[in-house]
């Protein structure tokens, strides 16, 4: 059973919906002239997060403002990265919903990740520091990656950290 609702998202930092098909959420930005989706991932999976959205085991995958979809990674609770869904899977929402579920297997709700502790999230940005030291992104998609998950894990923090 499907189980699909929509969210207006509206005067956030971007205008999107989001939407449930099982064990997948759905993010479609609007386009509307706010920030992208990409841009305020991290706060778009707080706010998911805090509306009982976003639940352990679930994958989720991104529609971008020019319909390309991506995979947004969530690993101990917090946004890692962004990985762009290959072609041909990348054409439809159903395409994109079907490379995820045989990447990863159908339901994914059993999978139970531990919490991220806030000893986990300064380790990953002490990690992040130190791979930054010793050399930085390789690539424009690897700053991308890095700049995510970065400013993720800071909002994550602080709002652990009270």
């Not at 059973?1 to 479609?28: K, N, Q």
Request: glycine share 6%.
């Amino acid at each position: 059973m499907t189980e699909a609702f929509s969210i207006p998202m509206h005067f956030r930092p971007a205008d999107y919906t989001a939407e449930v098909d099982g064990d997948v959420l759905i993010i479609i930005d609007l386009a509307l002239g706010a920030q992208s989706v990409l841009s305020c991932a991290h706060d778009i999976m707080c706010d998911l997060f805090e509306r009982d959205v976003w639940q352990t085991g679930m994958r989720t995958i991104c529609q971008d403002s020019t319909d390309c979809w991506s995979e947004w990674i969530v690993s101990g609770g917090a946004f890692d990265a962004v990985s762009r869904i290959p072609e041909p899977a990348n054409a439809d929402r159903n395409a994109a919903i079907a490379w995820i579920r045989e990447r990863y297997g159908y339901p994914h709700k059993n999978e139970v990740p531990a919490p991220v502790t806030k000893e986990d999230l300064r380790q990953r940005l002490a990690d992040l520091d130190a791979e930054e030291a010793a050399g930085g992104p390789t690539s424009d998609e690897d700053a991308f990656s890095r700049h995510f998950a970065r400013k993720t894990w800071e909002s994550a923090l602080r709002y652990l950290e009270g």
